[in-house]
């Protein structure tokens, strides 16, 4: 069914979070981006058009810098992130660039999202930038956003972005394979919940905890952006980014992962 979804799919919004992108030391994963890039390749060369969103600028900050990690007032996580979003990149230009690939840099927040004028100018540069094989890498502007006007986290971002190009699927990658009915890190036998046709349902039916390393959502952001797609005709799929050919494989349906089902117009 997964691999259905992604076939059907021409227009793909793929969020990448900040779990994801570092390693178990918290500093930025270049190997996994070189290799993400390769395989977003293989998918464009299939005629997918793909458009990223990517969190990691703090992670990216945070590696570059070798300090501040702790600071959590909000200037010096502005400035950690104004910093690393130019790490993070230099990262993507180079993975992508190995693959003869254009990346192009948008940075939103929610006000953004809620201005005519502005929505028609980022669609317009979203389609420009695809329709000339460009992916555009798309991350809050977390130096001019503060609590009160942030979007805060990459998953509504992601799922703001797919509904203003009107994708026809949207991909997260985190650190979990998908929803499980209870915690698979406390309870080993928790099972997978592959197919979501209704999220009031399995709102019902989940625990649902807090967030951990160092992204900023949470499964609570997850559905919010599955509920928000799905209304809007787009499926979501939620997987891990950590295992080997993430995209690919989920691509040939050799991997599992939780698929939320579009509403019906
Ligand atoms: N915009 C944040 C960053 O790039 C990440 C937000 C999130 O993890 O959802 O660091």
């Not at 503060?146 to 009107?166: F, P």
Request: glycine share 8%; with cysteine; net charge negative.
């Amino acid at each position: 069914m997964i691999s259905q979804a992604i076939a059907d799919a021409r227009k793909i919004v793929i969020k990448i979070g900040s779990n994801t992108l570092a390693k178990a030391d918290g500093t930025i994963n270049p190997e996994f981006m070189a290799d993400f890039a390769s395989q977003c390749a293989e998918l464009m060369k299939q005629g997918k058009q793909i458009v990223l969103v990517s969190s990691g600028a703090q992670v990216a900050g945070v590696s570059t810098l070798d300090r501040w990690a702790r600071k959590k007032d909000i200037h010096y996580r502005q400035a950690l992130c104004a910093i690393g979003q130019v790490e993070l990149m230099d990262h993507w230009r180079n993975a992508f660039a190995s693959r003869n690939i254009h990346i192009g840099q948008l940075l939103l927040t929610k006000e953004d999202f809620q201005d005519d004028h502005r929505t028609l100018n980022m669609r317009n540069t979203i389609f420009t930038l695809v329709d000339e094989g460009v992916v555009p890498i798309i991350n809050e502007n977390d130096s001019v956003s503060y609590e009160e006007i942030k979007i805060g986290d990459n998953d509504n971002l992601s799922a703001l972005t797919a509904i203003l190009w009107s994708a026809d699927l949207l991909i997260l990658f985190s650190d979990i394979d998908g929803v499980f009915e209870k915690n698979p890190k406390e309870f080993p036998d928790a099972r997978l919940i592959e197919r979501v046709p209704d999220i009031t349902t399995l709102r019902n039916t989940i625990t649902i905890g807090s967030t951990n390393g160092f992204g900023t959502g949470g499964i609570q952001t997850k559905l919010e952006a599955a509920e928000k797609v799905t209304a809007y005709g787009i499926p979501m799929l939620l997987a891990n980014g950590g295992r080997e050919q993430c995209l690919l494989s989920l691509a040939d349906g050799k991997r599992a992962g939780t698929l939320f089902l579009a509403r019906e117009a």
